[in-house]
């Protein structure tokens, strides 16, 4: 049984990557033709609302996410994000294992309407390549896995400060242990990793990261490198037992 499983897995495994390779040649040429035409992404447009549930985000969120569709879809992903998805501790790519499904479909939406500037990631999310039933089970597989204790941490420094200014500005959104909103698409930061928490910060700061909440933006603004550097720290060291 546990071998025609292997061997189910793999195929599907070798379709997936064979359809990407193609998807490649395809997401170039539909770019092409759509800068040609003045076509937008079906999600791209004036209404957009940072936290709302609209197009294929909302699609996305309604589907009935199935695991183990999404286990044999993430194969191809395990590249960037490491086998059960637990990312880079060197900031390249972050730990998706554990993180809210409303939170992970909002990301992948927002990264192939073109809201999320991610060109590495564009291709393996793009529309000609998958759709919203996929985005949900992948999904709803990435929030089941379990998170470990070992994510990246910083240097330590200056985190009473660093606990003040999360207690004073990121508690209303990110909860007291880093747990995230899955409702209001707040991601948890808990367990995730800290080079990649601090990059992120000051590309929002400085206004790189397309869909970054208005409210954190303002936050952020102010604050300097090693601020931002310490508040990073200090979230990747939340427990991990917090309520979700």
């Known amino acids: 049984?546990?071998?025609?499983?292997?061997?189910?897995?793999?195929?599907?495994?070798?379709?997936?990557?064979?359809?990407?390779?193609?998807?490649?040649?395809?997401?170039?040429?539909?770019?092409?033709?759509?800068a040609a035409a003045g076509e937008k992404s079906p999600d791209k447009d004036s209404d957009y609302t940072w936290d709302a549930a609209q197009g294929e985000k909302l699609q996305?969120?309604?589907?009935?996410?199935?695991?183990?569709?999404?286990?044999?879809?993430?194969?191809?992903?395990?590249?960037?994000?490491?086998?059960?998805?637990?990312?880079?501790?060197?900031?390249?790519?972050?730990?998706?294992?554990?993180?809210?499904?409303?939170v992970l479909i909002k990301q992948m939406t927002d990264v192939r309407a073109g809201r999320r500037r991610n060109?590495?990631?564009?291709?393996?999310?793009d529309r000609h390549v998958i759709g919203p039933q996929d985005i949900a089970d992948i999904a709803v597989y990435l929030s089941?896995?379990?998170?470990?204790?070992?994510?990246g941490k910083g240097p330590g420094r200056d985190q009473a400060e660093a606990e003040q200014l999360y207690r004073f500005q990121c508690v209303e959104c990110h909860g007291e242990q880093g747990q995230g909103d899955a409702a209001r698409f707040?991601?948890?930061?808990?367990?995730?990793?800290?080079?990649?928490?601090?990059?992120?910060?000051?590309?929002?700061?400085?206004?790189?990261?397309?869909?970054?909440?208005p409210k954190m933006v303002e936050i952020v603004k102010p604050l300097s490198d090693a601020q931002l550097a310490a508040l990073a720290d200090y979230m990747s060291r939340l427990p991990l037992f917090a309520p979700r």
């Not at 060109?119 to 999310?125: E, W």
């Not at 089941?144 to 994510?151: A, I, K």
């Not at 991601?187 to 992120?200: A, F, K, T």
């Open 60 to 102: 996305a969120l309604a589907a009935k996410g199935d695991a183990t569709r999404g286990e044999i879809s993430f194969e191809v992903c395990q590249g960037c994000h490491r086998r059960h998805a637990q990312g880079r501790p060197d900031g390249s790519y972050p730990r998706l294992a554990g993180q809210h499904r409303s």
């Open 119 to 125: 060109d590495t990631m564009l291709p393996f999310v």
């Open 186 to 213: 707040y991601p948890r930061v808990n367990g995730q990793h800290y080079r990649y928490l601090r990059r992120e910060m000051i590309a929002i700061r400085d206004g790189a990261r397309g869909n970054a909440d």
């Open 144 to 151: 089941e896995l379990p998170v470990g204790s070992d994510n």
């Open 1 to 34: 049984m546990k071998r025609a499983e292997h061997r189910r897995r793999a195929r599907a495994a070798a379709r997936w990557g064979l359809g990407l390779l193609a998807a490649f040649v395809l997401h170039a040429s539909a770019l092409a033709q759509a």
